[in-house]
């Protein structure tokens, strides 16, 4: 058997799916409705990102955290965050309402 | 979905650590306050615990959303290597942290502040000589002076949280 010394990472479609949504939500923000993204934010201290989205569906939480960290790194222009970012989280409404997290 | 099959299908990971972190604080504070010291000093040396793994897999260049597991494991072989004389305590020991997050900075080129370095020393010290993860099958009572010196280290340490890994 061969030996291989590099891996091709395979991103699936739902994250890039998602993804690409997410990112084109955080550019044009809708006026209602999901993902709803929620920046607090705490200076001095970095932000907390809460991106609350029931389409994450079965999605890990290190799948979602990614996701918002990958849209988060590649914002340009207004969109951009200059303040670093210690927390991203992803969560379905159900979760949202568990932790009380509710934007005002 | 239980709360067990979420923690087992969530493994942790970095922001998980500070999120916990603040969890563990504010209810180790609601212990100390309502007499039940040697609890809340068993929950308050675990919030040193996760903010200084957290500093140290920061500055190796890990992302928030990183899972901890393989870090941790790989700090404890790096531990053996550079710190040998330092227990590793399965993961528990706050010196062997210290001296993780000191050292690295340091031989990243990036130590920490002189004076921010000392005084984390210090309350990671006065915190050693009063946690450690045995507590947990461990009646106890400690002394309110005990209680003290948890308290404000662990006090400390929260409020510079993120000058550690700057």
Known sequence: MPIKHQLRRTISPTVTELTRRLHEEWNRPKSDGQPLIVILNKKPDPHHIYVIWDEWGD??????????????????GES????????????????????????? | MPLRHRIKTNPETLQDLELASEQAYWAGIELLVSGYSASGI?????????LLKRACFLIDGARISDGIFAMLRSTRTWGRQHIPTIPFENFHNLDFWLNVLIIKRRNQ????????????????????????????????????????????????????RYEFDQ
């Open chain 1, 59 to 76: 999605l890990s939480q290190q799948q979602r955290s990614e996701i918002i960290l990958d849209v988060v790194e590649n914002l340009a």
């Open chain 2, 109 to 160: 080129n990036r130590p920490l502040p002189l004076q921010l370095e000392v005084a984390l020393s210090l309350h990671v010290k006065n915190l050693y000589e009063n946690w450690i993860v045995d507590m947990r099958y461990k009646p106890e009572w400690p002394l309110s002076e005990e209680e003290q010196s948890v308290y404000d280290a662990i006090t400390w340490i929260r409020a510079h």
């Open chain 2, 42 to 50: 068993y929950l308050l040396g675990f919030v040193a615990e996760m």
């Open chain 1, 80 to 104: 951009r965050l200059t303040w670093p970012v210690s927390v991203a989280l992803g969560l379905t409404s159900e979760e949202a309402e568990r932790m009380g997290i509710e934007p005002d």
